[in-house]
């Protein structure tokens, strides 16, 4: 587990159960209930907290970074240490590491500097004493006879390979440029963690296979009775087959606590992920079997038996109201699903009349079978057309609702001389389902594609698999369907290029607060129709599972679509003077934004003037007032990418929900955990992958924890035009067409 690449050596020091009863009666003898912080020790760590924030704020990340690791490892406060843990979370040469050994890593890593290119770090043949990671900067790899076989850059590392094998370097490693900056590991320190690792590893086996492995980790330390310090651990899965992990979550699930309790963070890791590695189609047989609702121990007197059969109908019963509760509305659309539900409360029913302690749990079963059933049959009643286009007409001027894969769509399909043919399908409908309706339009059926075009004229042929392909489009994107012998004549339409005047005229009537508010509401609807699923599907790919992302689709183009609106409505507009009150003004929404804590639309209003159709306006950003300059430069330090966006972290780590975040941040920390880290190792699931992505999605959660409640009092007379501007806005998405606007404001200066 953990270690991958690292290590291949004797595991003589692990425990190994081969049954699962003294597996978990071991478990329940090595760890003892943990207390709870007081409100008094909660207070003083947040105000710790508190403290080394502002000063990361006020001094700069990497600054605060340096001064930090520059610290003797023993001399590092906790602070120190989850800051560094923080930054290691981002470097691509741990991605495959564990939490534990990320965590043990920031206690030792050293941080060493060389200013001069051409600085040998080491040389072949001789002994590895230490293990680098390239924090900034990069190196030329060389050996003898060969010279420079790769250059290694920003989050590569090297140097690893000789403290595993105990062997001398293979190669020499050369500064490839001045100011290099590296975290160094030395041997003693990387041997010693290794060994920890594996000493604290617990495997259950079946049949000479692991089938479950636990990491015993620290949880902190607890005065006794006797008033002597115990240490405090807990066992995390790293890894099990399906049903293995299942079953350790049955077994040591808590059932003082209830199914909407967050605490359980591991439990909810599982219910959030099990979609990856235990669709539902092997959830629900795995949890009516009978070895796990119906589950009897082989040991123990009669009423041990019977207490543990009824707490473990207690846990299954508690584990599918938390199903329920994390799929909500979406277990609509999966037939054997609430077919499981169905046969699941009926076990319920019969049981709780033997047994009374089922009766409260099968009151919230009831409720959530009964909410499902009546959505079900009045969705049956009535398909309702979502949207056209997703993007034209009346639609978005109302309140969205959460779109789901069995809604439909009504959107048009254009043909090679741009004519089109409308059709209706489900929004989940795959592209061969697409072609198939529009090949019953047409009246031919022969060998014909799908084609996604931009504006730009961008081409791309859809995959007959490809799910939800309508709202992956970009702003301007259209669908265009053809036989494949005429790709190459498909050109875009003429609507794609967007507007050719501004709405400076409108624009400059309406506040910027009044602006910046209804950009909040219209975004939090967006927001808030996102299923935590779809960040899911959206990460491994939503073919996989044939389920659509509209909602986090449209999320994620809105984006695009104000940063767009930005640069179309500056460079539109010929006037000098007008020019530089739409900065002033932009500049002015981007503070309510921010100030409203809509932080993916103050981002892409910062990200419009920083395109480069805009930052080259050197005439109009010249006659921009100082005070608006200095103002755009605090907003631009906080999209500074360094440190993988560390002071964009800080601010959000200090404000409350509700909160719109940046989403193509979360989008891409998602993205980079799951190319970085398998899903199966020797196949098992790797589920510190599974526990990893899982804390990016309870990140949105969070941000929605409390209601976005609109204050009425801002709301002035001519709301109902701002409302209705914001949320139809026109603009052109093509780069070169916006370069050419610009280059005709303001030609390049000879």
Not at 191 to 212: C, F, G, M, P, S
Not at 555 to 562: H, K
Request: net charge negative.
């Amino acid at each position: 587990v953990v270690i991958a690449e690292l290590v291949l050596f004797s595991v003589d020091q692990e425990h190994y159960f081969q049954d699962k009863y003294l597996f978990y009666r071991f478990l329940d003898d090595e760890q003892e209930d943990a207390p709870l912080p007081t409100e008094e020790e909660k207070k003083e760590c947040d105000e710790e907290l508190q403290d080394t924030l502002l000063l990361l704020s006020q001094i700069g990340p990497d600054a605060l970074m340096r001064m930090i690791l520059r610290k003797l490892p023993g001399h590092r406060t906790v602070d120190d240490l989850e800051i560094i843990y923080e930054e290691l979370l981002h470097i691509k040469a741990l991605s495959h590491l564990s939490t534990t050994v990320k965590r043990e890593l920031a206690g030792v890593l050293i941080f060493e500097s060389h200013a001069t290119a051409g600085t040998v770090l080491f040389n072949q043949g001789e002994e590895g004493t230490s293990w680098y990671i390239i924090l900034k900067g990069s190196v030329n790899v060389v050996i003898y006879g060969k010279g420079v076989v790769c250059t290694l850059h920003e989050g590569d590392d090297f140097g690893k390979l000789a403290l595993v094998n105990d062997a001398p370097r293979a190669a020499s490693i050369v500064l490839r440029e001045d100011n290099c900056h590296f975290l160094r590991v030395d041997k003693e320190d990387f041997n010693r963690i290794l060994r920890d690792v594996e000493a604290n590893t617990v495997r259950l086996k079946e049949h000479e296979q692991d089938v479950l492995v636990l990491e015993k980790i620290s949880t902190g330390n607890r005065v006794s009775n006797q008033g002597s310090i115990q240490p405090q651990c807990k066992y995390t899965v790293m890894s099990g087959t399906p049903e293995k992990i299942l079953e350790h979550f049955l077994e040591t699930m808590r059932l003082e606590s209830t199914f909407n309790e967050t605490s359980d963070s591991a439990l909810d890791d599982f219910v959030l992920m099990h979609c990856v590695f235990m669709p539902n189609n092997q959830l629900c047989p795995a949890l009516m079997a009978p070895d796990t609702y119906h589950a009897q121990p082989s040991q123990g007197n009669e009423q041990e038996k019977l207490d543990y059969a009824l707490n473990n109908k207690r846990r299954v019963t508690r584990l599918v109201l938390q199903w329920t509760s994390m799929y909500g509305d979406l277990l609509q659309e999966d037939d054997a699903a609430m077919a499981f539900l169905e046969e699941f409360y009926v076990s319920v029913s019969d049981d709780s009349r033997m047994t009374p302690a089922l009766r409260e749990q099968l009151i919230e079963l009831e409720k959530v079978l009964k909410q499902n059933s009546e959505e079900a049959k009045a969705s049956q009643k009535k398909h309702r057309v979502l949207l056209r286009q997703f993007s034209i007409g009346d639609e978005r001027l109302q309140k969205r609702q959460p779109i789901r894969g069995t809604d439909e769509i009504l959107f048009k399909v254009y043909c090679i001389d741009h004519t089109y043919t409308t059709i209706r399908v489900p929004v989940a409908a795959s592209v061969k389902e697409v072609i198939s309706a529009v090949a019953d339009k047409l009246g031919s059926g022969e060998d014909l594609i799908l084609v996604k075009m931009s504006s730009a004229g961008e081409k791309m042929v859809l995959k007959p698999n490809d799910v939800s392909v309508f709202t992956t489009l970009s702003v301007n994107g259209r669908l265009f369907v053809c036989p494949r012998n005429q790709f190459d004549s498909l050109t875009p339409l003429p609507e794609q290029e967007g507007p050719s005047t501004g709405t400076t005229g409108t624009f400059e009537l309406m506040s910027s607060k009044d602006l910046a508010y209804q950009m909040t509401v219209y975004d939090w609807e967006l927001f808030n129709c996102v299923y935590e699923l779809e960040l899911i599907h959206h990460t491994f790919g939503r073919h996989i599972f044939k389920k659509t992302t509209a909602n986090l689709d449209l999320f994620l183009r809105r984006f695009n679509e104000l940063q767009f609106w930005v640069v179309t409505e500056i460079c539109l507009c010929s006037q000098l003077s007008k020019r530089v009150q739409l900065l002033k003004k932009f500049i002015k929404i981007a503070a309510h934004c921010k100030e409203y804590k809509n932080l993916n639309s103050f981002f892409a209003i910062i990200m419009g003037l920083s395109n480069v159709a805009v930052s080259r306006l050197t005439q109009t950003w010249e006659k921009l007032p100082s005070k608006f300059k200095k103002l755009y430069s605090e907003f631009e330090s906080l999209m500074d990418p360094s440190r993988n966006h560390r002071a964009y972290r800080l601010t959000v780590a200090k404000l409350d929900p509700p909160i719109i975040p940046f989403m193509p941040l979360l989008i891409k920390d998602m993205t980079f955990t799951h190319e970085g880290n398998k899903t199966f190792i020797d196949n098992l699931v790797n589920f510190e992958k599974m526990r990893m992505i899982a804390n990016t999605v309870r990140t949105v959660r969070y941000c929605r924890s409390q209601p976005f409640n609109p204050d009425a009092a801002l709301v002035n007379k001519n709301h109902q035009d701002v409302r209705s501007y914001i949320r139809q806005l026109n603009v052109i998405d093509n780069q070169r067409t916006l370069s050419q606007l610009s280059h005709r404001l303001e030609p390049r200066r000879s």
